[in-house]
């Protein structure tokens, strides 16, 4: 898959991560299911521009579904043929690592910029 039909959130981890561990997460978001509770229409994560992986469980989450039209609930699921990817994580560690460290940045400058601006000093 080229880099233009990846969405931001598939683009950032694309730049952050190693060639492996990124066809990893895709593989994963690919084999990860949303399907809509009121008709069973199902498309990956990977289809709607989001990314799940090492994940478990099937959470529930809300939003519209384009075969039914209704807005409703809609379960996470694994698909059938889920891969099996024995990746090493150390790649994945160091991306969510500088993605901490840099919202924590953002966030402690705008604290600052805001401390500043009331005049606290
Ligand atoms: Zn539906």
Same mark, same amino acid.
């Not at 379960?75 to 969510?96: D, M, Q, Y």
């Given at each position: 898959?080229?880099?233009?039909?990846?969405?931001?959130?598939?683009?950032?981890?694309?730049? *952050?991560?190693?060639?492996?561990?990124? #066809? $990893?997460?895709? =593989?994963?978001? @690919?084999?990860?299911?949303?399907? &809509?509770?009121?008709?069973?229409?199902?498309?990956?994560?990977?289809? *709607?521009?989001?990314?799940?992986?090492? #994940? $478990?469980?099937? =959470?529930?989450? @809300?939003?519209?579904?384009?075969? &039914?039209?209704?807005?409703?609930?809609?379960?996470?699921?694994?698909?059938?043929?889920?891969?099996?990817?024995?990746?090493?994580?150390?790649?994945?560690? @160091?991306?969510?690592?500088?993605?901490?460290?840099?919202?924590?940045?953002?966030?402690?400058?705008?604290?600052?910029?805001?401390?500043?601006?009331?005049?606290?000093?």
């Amino acid at each position: 898959m080229s880099t233009h039909e990846l969405s931001r959130t598939q683009g950032l981890f694309a730049r *952050l991560v190693d060639a492996p561990t990124f #066809a $990893a997460m895709e =593989a994963h978001s @690919r084999a990860w299911l949303v399907r &809509c509770l009121n008709c069973s229409h199902a498309r990956s994560i990977w289809a *709607l521009g989001g990314i799940r992986y090492k #994940a $478990a469980g099937n =959470a529930l989450t @809300r939003m519209k579904c384009p075969s &039914c039209g209704k807005t409703g609930a809609h379960r996470l699921e694994k698909a059938e043929n889920f891969p099996v990817t024995n990746v090493p994580t150390g790649s994945l560690w @160091r991306a969510i690592i500088l993605v901490t460290l840099v919202t924590m940045l953002v966030l402690g400058g705008l604290v600052l910029l805001i401390l500043w601006a009331a005049g606290v000093f």
